[in-house]
């Protein structure tokens, strides 16, 4: 299984059979700019909440691909509002599991505000683990630390998708913090950079994981990890 970083959080997770796309802000992201989003064609995409740093290329996606989008009930209902096909859209709300061809998705805590691009209320901004193909992958989304991390320690994670940007979400010395709670010794970072607010030192980020017996991956925008 592979993992793909389109810059900001936007992930590709190719996965038992299906290809699912995290979060997608790329042709709004200069740092993106070798990406081609029309080449991208995944069977599903999930938004993780309705900011636009999230959210801004998902409906084109969608309409290239025909993928099924999941998000939490009131961000999915603004994928209808835009004009998505009402049965490539799966709302679903804290507590629940999709099974999937490639396996489950549970969505789970975020601790962060939502707004959908038009302004109405986007639900509870959220994360996913996904078990696919005997292994078990946590994407949190934008999210501080929080102790409802605490009862992802159960799933056994082999990798997470940390924010470590700070200032919007967790910064470095918080991500080290929840990859403790979740017990999860692999750490890809993800929302940093992209805007001044949030670049960090990418070398001292990486020493501080070491530091704490962790792995810090950053790949390059448009570079692979196998997970
Ligand atoms: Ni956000
Ligand atoms: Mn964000």
């Known amino acids: 299984m592979k993992a793909t970083y389109f810059g900001q959080s ?10 699912v796309l995290l979060d997608p802000f790329i042709s709004y992201n200069p740092l993106a700019k070798e990406i081609d989003i029309d080449t ?5 995409i999930f938004l993780s909440h309705g900011h636009g740093d999230h959210v801004a290329d998902v409906v084109h996606i969608q309409k290239n691909s025909g993928a099924q989008v999941a998000a939490i009930v009131e961000t999915a209902a603004w994928v209808g509002r835009q004009g998505v096909d009402e049965a490539k859209i799966t709302s679903f709300n804290f507590g629940g599991t999709l099974q999937t061809a490639f396996g489950s998705v549970k969505i789970v805590y975020a601790l962060h505000t939502n707004q959908t691009p038009d302004g109405q209320y ?4 959220a994360g996913f683990v996904f078990k696919s193909g005997g292994k078990t992958i946590y994407f949190a989304g934008d999210t501080a630390l929080t102790l409802e991390m605490k009862l992802l320690e159960r799933y056994q994670i082999d990798w997470a998708f940390l ?3 700070g200032h919007y979400t967790m910064d470095v010395e918080d991500a080290i913090i929840a990859a403790d709670f979740i017990r999860c010794k692999n750490i890809v ?3 940093y950079n992209t805007f001044p607010p949030i670049t960090i030192d990418t ?7 070491e530091k704490a017996g962790l792995t810090l991956h950053l790949p390059a925008i448009g570079g692979s990890l196998n997970l």
């Open 122 to 125: 986007g639900g509870v901004a």
């Open 203 to 209: 070398q001292s980020a990486v020493a501080a994981f």
């Open 40 to 44: 991208l064609m995944p069977d599903y």
């Open 163 to 165: 924010p470590i940007g």
């Open 10 to 19: 936007c992930v590709q997770l190719e996965l038992n059979g299906a290809t």
């Open 189 to 191: 970072g993800i929302h």
